[in-house]
């Protein structure tokens, strides 16, 4: 049956409706009334003999049993476009060879849970929490990742890392099991993740005397610039390089999920390190802790996320300050010039200082300064 692009465009949103009944579970669609929706190049065509050319295909294909138009009436009148029309699908695989869809494309998270159901061995609970966490590989096929999540068991008493297991299962890819700990908890049965993430690395610098302060630096060379300078204002600090968000990971303040490596160049007798980590392990020891990085929105978010792991730190003002005092002058750099346009406005941190004076800076300049343009106070 030859029909112009107009009718079968309209059977094309017929078949998407046929679509998201299959997808619900539904054995077929609802009927649907004639609308702008449904066929708009019937409903707002601007001369009746177009609308007339058109009803004329519909009663041609129901005629043909593809369709159902009711009321009956409006079936057989050359004008029944007119009347309360509504269309029922009698014939699903007619209409759909018409469009070229012969099947519904399922997603990607319809294909892991028929995969889950078929090849995990488990429970049906457990199958249904699993089939929450959808894991699409390149080049592999959702069977043969199911499968390799039924040789989990076989690591679950070993010492691994979270990103060990992962690469023993996927053919070397450490990263798949990241942030799907609920899913290797049901596969094994167990009430929890055994595998911890990797712990998180922090390279300190501890002061010779007693611990007065904290500092957390987001830039590699910044921190070395602060351990070379001798500033008094570093006093009693103990300085950590905390590279990106890792600072504000939960897990930095458990002895497990955190590993903590001391520079030469600062104290290390054990009575420091003690101290140091102390602090650092007791959420109940308060040291004043300060974060000092980027004069961007990637920093402030820093800032903000580092707040939900320690309440209480604030953006180091003798850091920030020479930055906001530049960036006020007009230097810096805009957005798109260091590949930072994609950078998301943080509107508060929680950290008074930031939210008065850094980010409406940030706001009113549209400029970013990077930490290593300001070298170290002194």
Not at 123 to 152: D, H, T, W, Y
Not at 345 to 350: E, I, K, Q, R
Request: charged share 20%.
């Amino acid at each position: 049956m030859d029909l112009t692009l107009e009718t079968k465009n309209f059977l094309g949103r017929l078949v998407d409706r046929l679509d998201a009944a299959d997808k619900r579970g539904a054995e077929r669609a609802q009927s649907v009334a004639l609308s702008s929706k449904i066929w708009p190049e019937l409903v707002e065509a601007h001369f009746e003999s177009d609308k007339e050319a058109l009803w004329e295909e519909a009663q041609l294909i129901h005629s043909r049993g593809w369709i159902r138009i009711t009321p009956e009436t409006a079936a057989r009148s050359p004008a029944g476009y007119a009347r309360d029309v509504r269309f029922t699908v009698l014939l699903p695989e007619e209409v759909r060879k018409a469009v070229g869809r012969p099947e519904r494309l399922k997603s990607a998270s319809e294909r892991w849970r028929e995969a889950v159901e078929e090849h995990l061995i488990a429970p049906p609970l457990a199958k249904q929490v699993v089939g929450a966490f959808c894991i699409e590989l390149p080049g592999r096929s959702m069977s043969e990742v199911v499968q390799r999540l039924n040789a989990m068991a076989a690591l679950s008493g070993q010492p691994l890392l979270l990103r060990e297991v992962s690469a023993k299962l996927f053919w070397g890819l450490s990263k798949v099991l990241d942030g799907r700990q609920g899913l290797i908890a049901a596969v094994l049965g167990l009430p929890e993740c055994p595998f911890p993430e990797t712990p998180v690395q922090l390279l300190v610098q501890l002061p010779a005397g007693s611990l007065r302060g904290v500092l957390f630096i987001e830039n590699q060379m910044s921190f070395e610039q602060a351990a070379r300078s001798g500033s008094p204002l570093l006093e009693g600090f103990a300085l950590v390089f905390a590279s990106g968000f890792k600072g504000s990971a939960l897990r930095l303040r458990s002895p497990t999920g955190s590993s903590v490596f001391y520079s030469q160049r600062g104290a290390l007798s054990a009575e420091c390190r003690e101290a140091f980590e102390s602090w650092l392990f007791q959420s109940s020891l308060q040291v004043p802790t300060h974060f000092w990085g980027d004069l961007d929105w990637s920093g402030m978010g820093i800032l903000r996320a580092m707040r939900a792991t320690f309440p209480n730190i604030t953006a180091w003002q003798p850091g920030y300050v020479p930055m906001l005092q530049s960036l006020l002058e007009g230097h810096g750099h805009a957005p798109i010039e260091a590949e930072k346009a994609g950078q998301m406005a943080v509107l508060s941190t929680g950290c008074a200082f930031s939210d008065s004076e850094l980010i409406p800076a940030l706001e009113a300049t549209g400029r970013f300064i990077d930490q290593e343009m300001t070298a170290a106070p002194h």
